[in-house]
């Protein structure tokens, strides 16, 4: 019999969610991607895309070119780009203690009076409390913008605790 | 003759004041209302509701649903609400050291080149000023925006310092 | 020979690079231009004004009032008021340790789908970066508002670590 007992860390929580850590992006101007003063990183907006390829751009809302569903994805997908800021800066994702704060910016048309950014900041929340448990228990800041960089879906930020 | 003094507390001046404190509102979605990290605790967002009844929906600025004296009045029930999640968390308010930051995000028209911030966050900020006093002199943000979670007219944000 | 070797400080790169320091503006309302937590210092929202004059008022974007580079003056003129803060409250801006967050409101024409954050903010980026040498190195946070307090075309806000 083995006693064999797996080490459960954010990174094999990523894997057996089928999902692969990007590269960590660079800041798209004259600013860094993340700091890190005293116990706390602070992330710059992460945007929607893989390997500088916009996957998600376009405004949600009545009007917009982009679903719900999709504002969902967008917000996931900078989520993950968060988190492999946090990686290349931590090497390790165990060393993060605390998600603590998740900002989201999303883009919305401007007369649309929507009101989907629970469900679409949801998809930022779901991964990150998926890969953190409950390290990963964080508050959470929404605007809704009619105007974004690269025209993008959505910018997540994020504020860790880390070791 | 007595030399009882009652202690002044942020409890006791919200009850001069003629304010209850409503029951701390869960978070909407998949967060924590509130994260502490460090000294430094972070509320999510608090809208202008009791008992899950939004008493501000709508608009501020010309063409909106809503008054200047409204925006006001929602920014002091969202602050109220974001009072009573720090009670919950500390249990006396007396553990605040120092309210560090108030955000306010308001719900605007989109085209009314609407100027009444200032005005209508100062409902947040009498509220903190009277309830905390010296400790609760803060920092400001402010953002308008055109689409709000649940169309309410206004979310309060609070970072705050605590023993 | 002399041994005198000049002592660059952020005020020397100031004025190496022409600009004159404003009067730390006060805040607009009932709140504090500034507040102090631990090692972090938070800003609150600095306007593109000088003596209370205001330089830089309307919207970026196709069919607003402002330029692209009129956004980034704005954003520079707004972050030489944060600077102007920091060094009323500490005396000296070499007490800076990093500057660790920058945040920039843009004044944004609702339904021009400006892409031009970036550069904009690059106006506030650029002179902390050349300010404070290595300890300007920041993250940033961008948000486009159609409405904002006097109809000013930026608000800088900046989180920075001191001694």
Chains 1, 2, 3 share one sequence.
């Not at 997908?77 to 998600?99: C, D, P």
């Not at 009076?113 to 228990?137: H, M, Y």
Request: glycine share 10%; hydrophobic share 35%.
């Amino acid at each position: 019999m083995s006693i064999y007992k797996p080490v459960i860390t954010p990174e094999s929580r990523l894997t057996s969610l089928g999902f692969e850590l990007p590269d960590a992006p660079d800041a798209v101007s004259n600013y860094a991607p993340l700091v890190q003063s005293g116990s706390i990183v602070y992330t710059s907006g992460q945007l929607p895309w893989i390997d500088g390829e916009l996957k998600y751009g376009g405004q949600l809302g009545q009007g917009g070119e982009r679903s719900d569903e999709d504002g969902y994805q967008a917000c996931r997908l900078s989520a993950l780009n968060a988190v492999a800021q946090l990686k290349k800066h931590l090497g390790e994702l165990s060393r993060v203690k605390q998600i603590v704060r998740v900002e989201g910016v999303l883009n919305v048309k401007c007369d649309s009076r929507w009101t989907g950014q629970p469900k679409a900041l949801d998809g930022a929340s779901d991964l990150i409390n998926a890969v953190f448990g409950e390290q990963g228990r964080h508050s959470r800041m929404v605007n809704s913008n009619s105007a974004m960089p690269l025209d993008c879906t959505s910018l997540i930020y994020i504020y860790a605790e880390v070791e």
